[in-house]
């Protein structure tokens, strides 16, 4: 298999992985309004599990094949690049709360806890989502004109 073939491949099981992180977190989030402690806890560890196996695989895709031209033009463009640049941004940020939010719990924390998932939750949320629509946008919607 190339290094092409492979990057290739990765993108749709990144863009799986981004899926499995959103429902994992909508998940979460409803069982901890439940108070199905347990239960949120797995989910929050699905959560982190996908958003680690992206970013691996993201790099890995990345060293391969490096940055895909996005074929939009126009006003498309300007959506997708500044949903990117807010994606990536995000990304970023959302790395070391997650982090974080998982010493808090770990020491059993909970109010802690509690307080600084409710500015990350949305934020991660976001980076799952959006992860999504720069996929979609880049392989499937403006993907054929390339």
């Known amino acids: ?14 863009a799986g992985l981004n899926l499995t992180s959103t429902l994992c977190l909508l998940a979460g989030y409803r069982f ?29 895709r990345y060293s391969l094949t490096g940055t895909h031209r996005f074929a939009g033009e126009g006003v498309a463009k300007v959506v997708y690049l500044g949903i990117l640049f807010s994606h990536m941004t995000l990304a970023v940020v959302v790395v070391p709360l997650v982090l974080r ?5 770990w020491k059993e924390r909970f109010q802690e806890h509690a307080r ?14 959006t992860g999504l629509v720069v996929y979609v946008l880049l392989y499937h919607v403006y993907g054929y004109l390339t």
Do not use: C, D
């Open 1 to 14: 298999m190339t290094a092409e073939l492979l990057g290739n491949f990765l993108a749709p099981v990144n």
């Open 116 to 129: 600084l998932a409710r500015w990350t939750f949305p934020v991660w949320l976001y980076v799952s989502v």
């Open 101 to 105: 939010l998982l010493f808090l719990a």
């Open 32 to 60: 901890i309004k439940r108070r199905e402690i347990q239960r949120h806890q797995r989910a929050m560890l699905g959560a982190v599990a996908a958003s680690g196996l992206f970013l691996v695989f993201y790099l890995l």
